[in-house]
């Protein structure tokens, strides 16, 4: 985040964008894009991307428009995101200098999803989004990096937490912003935190993290906003576990669930 807040602050162009070091550009990228930006009087133009991984397998991800679509809701971008229709990859994004300039800057205690919280602030701020169905970014992943590996931490729920914290605080500054979003993010959040769980491979660990969860005082909030409606159907019977504090039943039916799934 240092390196990118340094570039943001003597940048000198007309406008702002990102590429990650194990990454790459198709080489129109940026022409094509910039001939909407001097043309669309958008904030940001935002292209789909490509997911390249080391074993030669390629994915594209685009947008969810057939055609190129402006936005000016901030709410319907918020509402796309949640929906998981739209990404917040900020590499995919040609940002104008003069919306960004000494304005937004990437948060140096946020450790998990400051990309994230960037590009919220970057949606909120703007007037007008054009999103380009394309893909022009390349995405790499090494499937044998230890990144990718499901490795439970519990220092990663207490950051997903402080994520939804910082997330609520900046949609609390933008009084146009629907209310229900906070439930949106409050789902994104707990899926996470469920994830999380899941992935761990010992019993003894896995209720070391459920202890840590039913007694979090920020947790416990986050089941009171959740919108359990629109829960997928595996974060509704964790949620109703944690509602009926059988958390402990839970954790040796996801023992079960693995020694299945595995054999």
């Keep these: 985040s240092e390196t990118r807040n340094f570039g943001l602050k003597y940048?000198?162009?007309?406008?702002?964008?990102?590429?990650?070091?194990?990454?790459?550009?198709?080489?129109?990228?940026?022409?094509?894009?910039?001939?909407?930006?001097?043309?669309?009087?958008?904030?940001?133009?935002?292209?789909?991307?490509?997911?390249?991984?080391?074993?030669?397998?390629?994915?594209?991800?685009?947008?969810?428009?057939?055609?190129?679509?402006?936005?000016?809701?901030?709410?319907e971008i918020l509402y796309l995101y949640t929906d998981k229709k739209i990404h917040a990859e900020i590499v995919t994004m040609l940002i104008k200098k003069e919306f960004i300039k000494n304005k937004i800057?990437?948060?140096?205690?946020?450790?998990?999803?400051?990309?994230?919280?960037?590009?919220?602030?970057?949606?909120?701020?703007?007037?007008?989004?054009?999103?380009?169905?394309?893909?022009?970014?390349?995405?790499?992943?090494?499937?044998?990096?230890?990144?990718q590996k499901k490795e439970y931490k519990m220092r990663n729920i207490e950051d997903l937490l402080d994520l939804y914290d910082k997330i609520i605080s900046i949609l609390k500054g933008y009084i146009n912003i629907n209310k229900y979003l906070?439930?949106?993010?409050?789902?994104l959040c707990f899926d996470k935190i469920y994830e999380q769980i899941y992935a761990i491979d010992s019993i003894k660990y896995r209720k070391n993290a459920i202890d840590y969860v039913k007694n979090e005082t920020r947790f416990i909030y986050l089941l009171s906003?959740?919108?359990?409606?629109?829960?997928?159907?595996?974060?509704?019977?964790?949620?109703?576990?944690?509602?009926?504090r059988l958390l402990n039943l839970f954790n040796v039916l996801i023992s079960v669930k693995r020694k299945f799934t595995i054999e």
């Design 225 to 244: 906003v959740v919108d359990f409606k629109k829960l997928r159907f595996v974060n509704k019977i964790f949620y109703l576990f944690v509602k009926l």
């Design 105 to 147: 800057y990437f948060d140096k205690k946020i450790k998990l999803g400051e990309d994230l919280i960037f590009a919220i602030e970057l949606f909120c701020g703007s007037n007008r989004i054009l999103f380009l169905n394309k893909s022009f970014y390349n995405y790499f992943t090494n499937l044998n990096s230890v990144t």
């Design 11 to 75: 940048a000198n162009g007309d406008y702002i964008t990102f590429v990650d070091s194990d990454d790459w550009i198709d080489s129109d990228m940026y022409s094509y894009m910039m001939n909407y930006a001097l043309t669309s009087n958008c904030d940001i133009i935002k292209c789909g991307y490509r997911k390249c991984f080391s074993n030669g397998d390629k994915i594209d991800i685009e947008t969810p428009f057939y055609d190129n679509s402006i936005i000016e809701d901030i709410n």
């Design 182 to 187: 906070y439930f949106s993010f409050a789902n």
